[in-house]
């Protein structure tokens, strides 16, 4: 059973930069699209970033665009969030996720929440102003 792992939150100043990373074990992902969601206080788990299984198609909403990078490395069964110019509104636990069925159309990006079946424990990623 594949399972995930964060890593690499912490505190932060606004504008700094964190990497978050997502270990996989329990299987690889070479297939899987993946995403990085987060819940801030008070509020749904959101998608930050979805990523398709070979790379080559990314989705961001517009509140990271241009600030957060989603890559992976599927032979190390490893996916990351490099998240530049934070805002204290970033602060929230930040969450990997994997879409679990192998696709083989890497047109596949997955944006909504129901469309993951794998999640780590969550990350907290803080950023004071």
């Known amino acids: 059973q594949v399972q995930l792992a964060e890593s690499g939150g912490g505190l932060v100043q606004t504008g700094g930069s964190l990497r978050l990373s997502c270990a996989v074990s329990?299987?690889?992902?070479?297939?899987?699209?993946m995403g990085w969601f987060r819940q801030r206080p008070g509020n749904e788990r959101e998608i930050v970033a979805a990523?398709?299984?070979?790379?080559?198609?990314?989705y961001y909403p517009n509140f990271v665009k241009g600030r957060f990078t989603i890559s992976r490395d599927n032979a190390k069964s490893a996916v990351y969030l490099q998240m530049n110019s934070l805002k204290p509104e970033d602060t929230a636990v930040y969450y990997c996720?994997?879409?679990?069925?192998?696709?083989?159309?890497?047109?596949?990006?997955?944006?909504?929440?129901?469309?993951?079946?794998?999640w780590g424990q969550g990350t907290q990623v803080t950023v004071s102003s």
């Open positions: 996720a994997a879409h679990t069925m192998e696709v083989y159309d890497d047109a596949f990006v997955f944006s909504e929440r129901n469309h993951y079946n794998t």
């Open positions: 329990g299987g690889k992902i070479s297939r899987y699209p």
């Open positions: 990523l398709s299984w070979g790379g080559g198609n990314t």
